[in-house]
């Protein structure tokens, strides 16, 4: 005899869709006291960091569009200034999803073997033993640097 089936809800389930929905009414009246622009970049920024969490070649050409095309945010003058592009903070949110992703994901890793890593290093390695070598030659000033760098 067939009686009528019940179907139990995880509560799990139950939770999760609870936080979502605190977390959409949450959002949806804080929204409207945002600009345009902001909520823009928001939206933008979540579909870029779910993207580039759900694929790395997704995020890789974000990034290389992203360093071809942006434009820069800010103002330069002859006397310093701070200039932003848009792959600034791209590459903050693809930095952010990559992290979270192995943080999910425990077999990725962060940092994985290719036959570049060891040429990578010996790099590495050269560039700081020629900068210890200047260095220890003619001493430097790390604030000039660090002013020349930036602007």
Excluded: C, H, Y
């Excluded at 509560?11 to 977390?23: V, Y």
């Excluded at 930095?95 to 192995?102: N, W």
């Excluded at 700081?128 to 000033?141: H, M, N, Y």
């Amino acid at each position: 005899m067939l009686g009528p089936q019940t179907q139990n809800t995880s509560p799990i389930l139950l939770a999760t869709m609870a936080i979502l929905g605190l977390l959409a009414v949450v959002i949806g009246t804080a929204v409207p006291n945002f600009s345009a622009v902001l909520t823009f970049g928001a939206v933008a920024g979540l579909i870029v960091f779910i993207g580039s969490f759900a694929s790395t070649r997704f995020a890789l050409f974000m990034l290389i569009f992203a360093t071809l095309l942006s434009p820069e945010f800010g103002s330069r003058t002859t006397g310093g200034g701070v200039t932003v592009r848009l792959d600034d903070f791209l590459l903050l949110v693809i930095a952010f999803s990559q992290l979270t992703k192995a943080a999910v994901n425990r077999d990725i890793g962060i940092f994985v073997w290719t036959p570049l890593n060891g040429r990578l290093q010996l790099s590495a390695t050269v560039a700081g033993a020629i900068l210890a070598l200047g260095t220890a030659i003619k001493p430097v000033d790390i604030l000039l640097l660090l002013a020349i760098s930036t602007g």
